[in-house]
């Protein structure tokens, strides 16, 4: 083979490989899940070798299809890094055919320009493979009947049937698109800043709380995310993601019935001082925990004892709030000091990597236990400590701070256990809850009549996140930076 046969073939190769790196990543992205539960479900002792192998193979072989992540993936990178080549060529053909000036195609200007469009281009299009299939009837199921966006969608539910979809829906891709944007605004306000920050240096008016902000905001992101989040999670739980709130509920350990009774409350179902026919939900459990019954009984206690808050450690706040510490630090490090170990284990060549391991297993510990421990003490400071003795009790009832304005109380106050953690993980940690976060109050399905508003902002996004990691991957932030730029380079 000639020199120059071979400098194509290497040239081709070279093209493919960003493509081979972002099918194989969304491939493992989109079948690591799927893999641990089918390996939960093979364990049953009642399936045969020959369903166990049936169904691993399925579940490793059902990402291999046209319309699947890995696909979109492949077609998203291959787009942007292939039509930038030909865009420019045929630039080039277009200046030599009407003889225009002699100047150099290979502006940083023009480069931009064409790795935007080409992006842009590449998102617009593959973002309909997502698409293509339809709307299962049980996601939409799962939405409660007071949904406002599934409501306007597909009308009032009869006789309390499931909801009967008149028109088509779609919104298989919203998390995706929430993911884009929210790294597309970061991107943003990062090069903003960075703008002013070089504006302010030149002219000796960079300040110390100028450079304490970027910290803070990144702090303040997770605080307010965090507190949607967790609001969601008490009233609207449909909202968020099977797994993110079975996972909350496991760190919480709180009992359901007290979390159905805070519901209730809110939805005026649960009244302090009239006998609405609520007292058997919270009486079952001062049966069980060995309480009066009155407690229980909300026409006649009011408000709720904060004891039956605790469950069962004890009438002092703050005796709760360290019981909370340290059981949800004890749950945490047992999942976080093996994974911090797994992770760096090729790197475990020295006490020093072993000890950095494990304090920073330790710190995310912290963080998560102060986490828990502060939502639950501000519940108890709202409710019965400095609520009412800040706020009469004509003005704010009982009712009223436990219809919501206790539990925004903590929600408002958990966020901020994030400063225990490191500048960098503060980052990573609120990038990753921010899309959660929007996911929350953004409609999940929607008339399709609307999808080119959501293919749109994915487009517009998508292009710059991907322009912006070729031209300069140290702006896009934390791991996904890493990752993009690796997959592009």
């Given amino acids: 083979m000639n020199p120059v046969a071979i400098r194509y073939h290497r040239s081709r190769v070279q093209a493919l490989k960003p493509i081979l790196r972002a099918y194989a990543l969304g491939y493992l992205s989109s079948t690591t899940p799927r893999l641990i539960s089918c390996l939960r479900r093979i364990q049953d002792s009642k399936l045969s070798n020959k369903d166990r192998l049936k169904e691993l193979l399925q579940t490793l072989t059902s990402a291999f299809r046209f319309e699947s992540f890995p696909t979109f993936c492949a077609l998203l990178i291959g787009g942007s890094t292939l039509a930038p080549p030909l865009l420019l060529r045929y630039l080039d053909h277009v200046r030599r055919k009407f003889k225009l000036s002699n100047t150099s195609l290979y502006t940083s200007q023009l480069m931009r320009f064409v790795r935007f469009v080409s992006a842009f281009l590449s998102a617009w299009f593959s973002f309909q493979l997502l698409n293509k299939r339809p709307i299962r009837p049980q996601s939409v199921h799962r939405l409660s009947a007071d949904d406002a966006s599934l409501q306007s969608a597909i009308g009032p539910p009869k006789n309390d049937s499931p909801p009967s979809t008149s028109v088509q829906l779609v919104g298989r891709s919203m998390d995706l698109t929430l993911f884009s944007l929210t790294r597309a605004a970061d991107l943003m306000v990062c090069m903003v800043w960075l703008q002013w920050k070089r504006w302010r240096k030149a002219r000796n008016h960079w300040t110390w709380a100028e450079r304490v902000a970027p910290k803070l905001a990144n702090s303040g992101l997770f605080a307010g995310s965090a507190a949607i989040v967790m609001w969601a999670w008490f009233y609207m739980p449909e909202r968020l993601p099977r797994s993110y709130e079975k996972w909350i509920g496991e760190v919480a350990k709180v009992d359901s019935r007290l979390i159905e009774a805070l519901r209730r409350a809110r939805r005026g179902i649960l009244v302090y001082g009239k006998d609405t026919g609520q007292a058997p939900l919270l009486q079952s459990m001062c049966r069980e925990y060995g309480w009066p019954l009155d407690w229980g009984d909300p026409s006649r206690t009011v408000p709720i004892p904060c004891e039956m808050v ?137 008339d399709k009549k609307y999808q080119y508003r959501e293919r749109f902002a994915f487009a517009i996004s998508a292009a710059a996140l991907l322009a912006c990691a070729q031209e300069c991957p140290e702006m896009v932030r934390g791991v996904f930076g890493r990752i993009a730029a690796g997959v592009l380079s």
Avoid: N
Avoid at 378 to 398: E, M, N
Avoid at 421 to 433: K, T
């Fill in 310 to 446: 605790h469950m069962g450690y004890g009438p002092s706040c703050e005796k709760h709030a360290v019981s909370r510490f340290t059981r949800t630090f004890k749950y945490a490090c047992a999942t976080y000091i093996p994974l911090q170990i797994l992770l760096r284990l090729r790197k475990l060549k020295s006490m020093s990597s072993l000890k950095h391991a494990l304090i920073t297993a330790l710190r995310s510990s912290a963080f998560l236990a102060s986490f828990v421990s502060i939502f639950y003490y501000s519940v108890c400071l709202a409710r019965t400590r400095l609520g009412p003795k800040t706020f009469a009790r004509d003005t704010i009832t009982p009712l009223m701070w436990d219809s919501g304005l206790c539990v925004g109380a903590g929600c408002l106050m958990c966020g901020w256990s994030i400063l225990i953690e490191s500048a960098q993980r503060r980052q990573e940690i609120a990038l990753f809850v921010a899309p959660r976060a929007a996911a929350t109050v953004m409609p999940r399905f929607y």
